[in-house]
C-alpha cells in the first residue's frame, strides 16, 4: 500500500510499504478515506522523535471505512465509516472501557505513528487494535471532515480548556494560535470566557481569533499589553497550545494568583526551569498531559452536531496523499493551519 513514511530530519517520503492486515482478533482494518497532520507530527519531522526506527508510517489523525474485523469485534462490520482515536488504549481493562486509555492497567496505551510499534495513518489502510474501543462509527450529523477533527485535535483542546478551570466572565490568554489554539479560543468561550486572548507571532492566525470574539495579542507585547488590561490581575486561566520552552515561560508569566496553566503543547524537555517560588508564592495550578481521545467523544459530539462548536473550519489545506512530503513543508512554515490528505 502507498503511505507516509519517516526517514529522518525533513525526510517524509510517499512511496509503498507493507500492507496493513489483521493481527489479533480484536482488529479492525480501516481504509483510509482522510488523514490529517498534527501539529505534534512536527516534532517527528523536525527529528526530535519518538523512537530510533526509520521508515514507518506516520500520522495519528484519520477516518474511513471498516474493510474487516477479527472474530471478536462486536460493535463495528464491514461498511461502517468510522473515526480513528489517536490514543489507543488495550480496549479491555477498566480505564479504557470508560474510554481513559491513557490509564490503562495493562500497559497498551500509545499512539499510531510515533515509531514501528504501531503504524501510522497517513496511509491508505490502518490496523485499528482492539477497534470496538478505539474506534466509533461515525455519527449521524457529523461529517467526515467533523470526524477526522474529533480523532485528535478536537479532544485534545477540549481537554486542555477544561483543565484550564475557567470560570464565567473570566479572562483567559490563549498561547499558540494553530488549529488547537484555534480551538481553544473556541472552547474558552463555550466555557463561559468573558475575554479571550489570542496570542501568536503570525498576524493571520491573530486575525482569525479575533474573528472569534478574542483579543489579538503579539507574544512580545503580551505581558504588558495584558497586565494593562486587566488592571494588573492578569489572567485567570491560560491555555498554552505549543509545548516550546518560551511559550510555555510566557504562559507562566500571563497567569494571576491562583490561576492555573493548562499546558497541551508536547515538550521533551528533561529539565524545564519551572518558577516554583512563584507558583508556590501565587498558588498557581499547572496541568499537562496527552489526551484520551473517546473520553471526551460524549461531550463534544452533540456540541459539533449543534454547531456549537465547528473544528472543521480550521482545514486550510486538502491535498492527495502523495503530496505528502510538501504538506508537511507547508506546515513547517507556518503557510497552513490544518492539512487534511486523502489517498488517491
Excluded at 496505551?109 to 510515533?114: D, E, H, N, P, V
Amino acid at each position: 500500500m502507498k503511505a507516509l513514511r519517516y526517514f529522518g530530519a525533513r525526510d517524509i517520503q510517499y512511496g509503498t510499504t507493507d500492507d496493513a492486515v489483521l493481527q489479533d482478533d480484536r482488529d479492525v482494518l480501516v481504509r483510509v478515506k482522510h488523514c490529517a497532520i498534527c501539529g505534534s507530527d512536527l516534532h517527528i519531522y523536525h527529528g526530535h522523535g519518538f523512537s530510533e526506527d526509520r521508515g514507518f508510517c506516520v500520522g495519528h489523525e484519520a477516518v474511513g471505512e471498516v474493510v474487516e474485523t477479527g472474530r471478536a469485534v462486536r460493535t463495528l462490520k464491514s461498511g461502517d465509516r468510522v473515526m480513528i482515536s489517536a490514543a489507543v488504549g488495550c480496549g479491555a481493562c477498566p480505564g479504557c472501557l470508560m474510554g481513559r486509555v491513557h490509564e490503562c492497567e495493562n500497559n497498551g496505551s500509545g499512539c499510531y505513528g510515533l515509531s514501528a510499534a504501531l503504524q501510522g495513518s497517513q496511509a491508505e489502510a490502518v490496523r485499528v487494535p482492539a477497534g470496538d474501543v478505539n474506534a466509533r462509527r461515525i455519527p449521524e450529523g457529523i461529517s467526515d471532515e467533523q470526524a477526522l477533527m474529533l480523532t485528535d485535535a478536537l479532544p485534545t483542546s477540549w481537554m486542555a480548556v477544561r483543565n484550564a478551570d475557567i470560570k464565567p466572565g473570566a479572562s483567559v490568554a490563549v498561547v499558540g494560535l494553530g488549529p488547537i489554539g484555534l480551538m481553544a479560543v473556541e472552547g474558552c468561550f463555550a466555557m463561559g470566557a468573558g475575554r479571550v486572548y489570542a496570542i501568536d507571532l503570525v498576524p493571520e492566525r491573530r486575525a482569525i481569533a479575533e474573528g472569534l470574539g478574542a483579543v489579538g495579542v503579539d507574544p512580545g507585547e503580551a505581558v504588558a499589553f495584558i497586565r494593562e488590561d486587566t488592571k494588573g490581575r492578569m489572567c485567570s486561566s491560560v491555555v498554552e497550545a505549543v509545548g516550546a520552552d518560551a511559550t510555555i515561560d510566557l504562559s507562566l508569566r500571563l497567569v494571576g494568583k491562583w490561576g492555573t496553566v493548562s499546558c497541551l503543547g508536547v515538550n521533551q524537555t528533561r529539565r524545564f526551569p519551572f518558577p516554583m517560588e512563584r507558583a508556590f508564592a501565587s498558588g498557581l495550578t499547572f496541568r499537562t498531559g496527552t489526551c484520551s481521545v473517546p473520553h471526551w467523544w460524549q461531550e463534544l459530539i452533540p456540541m459539533v452536531q449543534k454547531g456549537q462548536l465547528k473544528p472543521e473550519r480550521y482545514i486550510s489545506h486538502r491535498l492527495p496523499l502523495s503530496q505528502g512530503a510538501e504538506a508537511y513543508a507547508i506546515l513547517d512554515r507556518r503557510e497552513a493551519l490544518k492539512v487534511v490528505m486523502t489517498p488517491e
